[in-house]
Structures are given as structure tokens and as C-alpha cells.
């Protein structure tokens, strides 16, 4: 978990966010620190780096 953002800041923001719309979509992988992509970071997480890179994937594919 990203230890920069407390989660009551995330919680916060996904419920602001899906009050103002729909369009907003906001995804926590559990466990996984700041950097969690890179493979170089202390915090690379391969399980979240599977589902997120699913995930870009998806979205990518719905709006480009």
C-alpha cells in the first residue's frame, strides 16, 4: 500500500468521485506499495502488476 496516501484520503476520494459521476473508477491492490509496476522497486508486486496491467488494457480498449 502506497504509504504517502492514507487510505481514509483514498476512501474519500473514490466516494467523492463516484458522486460527481460514473466515469471514475478507482482500484486498490492490496499489499502493493508506490512503484508497484516497476520492476526494479523494492515495491514491485507481480500479482498487481498482472491484474492493473489487465486492467490498462481493458481501459485502453474501451476508450482509445
Known amino acids: 500500500l502506497d504509504k504517502g496516501i492514507p487510505m481514509e484520503f483514498v476512501?474519500?476520494?473514490?466516494?467523492?468521485?463516484?458522486?460527481?459521476?460514473?466515469?471514475?473508477?478507482?482500484?486498490?491492490?492490496e499489499g502493493a506499495?508506490?512503484?508497484?509496476?516497476?520492476?526494479?522497486?523494492?515495491?514491485?508486486?507481480?500479482?498487481?502488476f498482472d491484474k492493473s496491467w489487465e486492467e490498462i488494457l481493458l481501459f485502453f480498449g474501451e476508450h482509445l
Open 11 to 29: 476512501n474519500a476520494y473514490i466516494e467523492e468521485s463516484s458522486r460527481i459521476s460514473e466515469k471514475y473508477r478507482t482500484i486498490v491492490y
Open 33 to 48: 506499495g508506490h512503484g508497484f509496476l516497476n520492476p526494479d522497486s523494492v515495491n514491485y508486486n507481480e500479482d498487481a
